[in-house]
């Protein structure tokens, strides 16, 4: 079992739908959650990053956790085409032990 | 503006050749890492290094290495290519904050 789970998609939505996408993870010792967003042949750029439990918002993007279920989620509102990108989980333990999830690949249709 | 750079962008060799990948950052960060990215795998950590002359094996580390002669400077080396080294490569940089800093990635193919 891979200590960070994510479903590679591809999802594929409508402009202005409400995209939810999710990770489940194995290790408790977790304490920072981040998400990454990544374009066709770029580097994965740091979207959100969350401490410990909890909901953050920042615009479209709202990031949540549960550590008692081992599972964060990104939601992202209103999706435009300019979404469209590959988003990848990622979590640490705050030792520079960042674990990645497989990314989900997400297409927004005008 | 700091950056994070890497060199080249694409790459063809041949099984059995040495391939160096550059990799340079002037975010003054000293913790550096490189990952591979394959479909189905996600990113996976191959050698890391916290400061100058400190180097770590990562997950995947067989066939690679890397030296930190300064604080900018992470090169990776593929001591004899082999086609499943085949792969996009990301170096990144982190300092006192959350999260990495990527590259824009150098796309190896091994023939």
Redesign the interface.
Known sequence: QKEVE?D?GPLSVPEGAIVSLNCTYSNSAFQ?F?W?RQYS??????LM?T?SSGNKEDGRFTAQVDKSSKYISLFIRDSQPSDSATY?C?M?GGN?D?R????TRLTVKP | DAEITQSPRHKITETGRQVTLACHQTWNHNNMFWYRQDLGHGLRLIHYSYGVHDTNKGEVSDGYSVSRSNTEDLPLTLESAASSQTSVYFCASSGQGIGYTFGSGTRLTVV
Request: charged residues 15%; proline residues 9%; without cysteine.
């Open positions: 994510q590679p920072y981040m990454y042949r770029k580097g994965p750029e740091l990053y401490y990848l990622a640490s520079n960042m990645f999830g497989a990314g």
